[in-house]
């Protein structure tokens, strides 16, 4: 008995931990909702401003990637709920058997009390003992027997609660499934609509042809232009460093290390008497980079070590286009060498970490500015009313301007980090929304 109790004790437990994964999925679920509520206002923005383009395209095919992962969300907690539904009925089924054994056992002893239920049987069953300890010992029996007897009627009546009880959860756990499983009819209504929606975008946009190609054509070369100005910023930065180090070393060296200014001069050998040998300092490891300095180095560490959770440069915003490869359906191609980020028009963009300004440039109508953080470089492009200059020093979520609008007409932030050797995926280095 006390090894059933104890498994029921366990397999509760694991009802518990089966419990708290459907409160992540809820977590998970609310998340996704905010999600798509945010992808569906900008796509409404976007309806009204312009007619379909390749941002209106991109949305909706976010809600629909978004609203699929909803759909895969429930379907897990409908496994959840499979899963806690054969446990809890394997468990009825084992407090069944338990209650059968119970009662057979119960019943003979029951029986058993009732043949010998006679005062003269116990009387003579004592005084039969051939020793007094003999006698003690049976005494002790017959009281511990009637304590048995007690507890088979308690562990009859534990166990008959333990299995309403679990017959009460298998009800409720029931009633959650047939709310999940209309949960996701709804779910799939809604994913139906929005490929409808899907469909029909891609309709009008394979409709408009050559004035879709000339807008992409007119956002590669935008883009083309930015990736010039940062790799502009860069080769500055670079040449300005060199020319720096050039000056500094040029200039006498002052020596710090007091095991070399102390040392005493070497004389030769006298007698048994060793020389003293001047102390050799170690020779410096090469620079990792041209553009680190004395005055970056730990500022480029701490850049570095933050990699994963920096800040995103708006508070509010959508992932609009991925780093890499950024594709229409079977048509025109992006090829993003950082990301945009879809936002209100005016909306602060702010700077993700500590550095200095190193361009402030001009792209067409819009403003790049260009902030270095030891050897790494972070691009906020896009923007409008910029308050910042180059050389300034900037802190952590200083605001540097305001985001514009894009060629779709809606608010968007592109967003660069890069480094000597090329540009590289900014959605590693920012937080996880």
């Known amino acids: 008995m006390v090894k059933f109790i104890f498994s029921f004790l366990l397999i509760s437990c694991s009802f518990a931990s089966m419990a708290q994964t459907r409160e992540e999925l809820e977590k998970q679920k609310a998340q996704l909702k905010k999600d798509l509520e945010q992808t569906e ?5 976007n309806k009204t401003k312009s007619k379909e383009n390749f941002v209106q395209w991109k949305l909706i095919n976010d809600k629909v990637n978004i609203q699929n992962r909803i759909i895969e969300n429930v379907n897990r907690d409908i496994n959840l709920l499979d899963n806690s539904l054969v446990t809890i009925q394997r468990d009825i089924n084992r407090y069944d058997k338990l209650l059968d054994t119970l009662k057979e056992e119960y019943a003979h002893s029951m029986v058993y009390a009732y043949k010998n239920r006679s005062n003269y049987d116990f009387l003579n069953f004592i005084f039969s003992a051939s020793t007094f300890n003999d006698a003690i010992k049976r005494i ?10 007690e507890m088979q009627g308690q562990n009859i009546l534990r166990t008959q609660e333990l299995r309403k009880q679990r017959i009460e959860e298998l009800q409720g756990t029931r009633q959650k499934k047939t709310t999940v499983l209309e949960d ?8 139906e609509v929005q490929q409808k ?12 042809g050559k004035q879709l190609n000339n807008q992409m054509a007119a956002t590669r070369n935008q883009l083309k232009k930015v990736d010039n100005a940062i790799s502009a910023a860069i ?3 670079r040449l300005e460093a060199i020319k720096k180090a050039k000056e500094n070393a040029g200039k006498p060296a002052i020596n710090n290390n007091p095991a070399v200014v102390n040392a005493a001069p070497a004389t030769p050998a006298t007698g048994n008497k060793p020389a003293v040998k001047p102390t050799v300092v170690p020779a410096k490891k090469p620079q990792e980079s041209v553009l680190l300095n004395a005055d970056n180095i730990v500022l480029n560490t701490n850049f570095v070590n933050n990699k994963g ?26 090829d993003m060498t950082g990301i945009t980020i879809a936002t209100d ?15 402030v440039a001009y792209v067409e109508d819009m403003q790049v500015v260009i902030i270095q953080h030891g050897k790494y470089f972070s691009t906020y492009s896009n923007l409008t009313g910029v308050t910042v200059q180059k050389g300034q020093d900037i802190k952590l979520g200083q605001v540097l301007g305001k985001a514009a609008a894009n060629l779709d007409g809606i608010g968007a932030v592109d967003f ?9 995926d900014p959605e590693r280095w920012l937080r996880r929304r």
Do not use: C
Request: glycine letters at 6%; hydrophobic letters at 30%; charged letters at 30%.
């Open 41 to 45: 206002r900008l796509l409404s923005e």
């Open 140 to 149: 002790t029996y017959l009281k511990s027997y009637r304590n048995y007897r």
């Open 184 to 191: 996701k009819d709804k779910e799939m209504a809604v994913l």
């Open 197 to 208: 929606e899907k469909d029909r975008i891609m309709s009008e946009l394979k409709k408009q």
């Open 235 to 237: 080769n500055k930065a």
């Open 309 to 334: 959770s920096l800040p995103w440069p708006v508070d509010k915003g959508h992932l609009l286009m991925h780093y890499g490869r950024n594709q229409l359906d079977n048509g025109p191609v992006i």
């Open 345 to 359: 028009i005016g909306t602060p963009v702010k700077a993700i970490f500590d550095g200095t300004v190193s361009a």
């Open 416 to 424: 660069y980090i890069s480094e000597e050797k090329g540009n590289q």
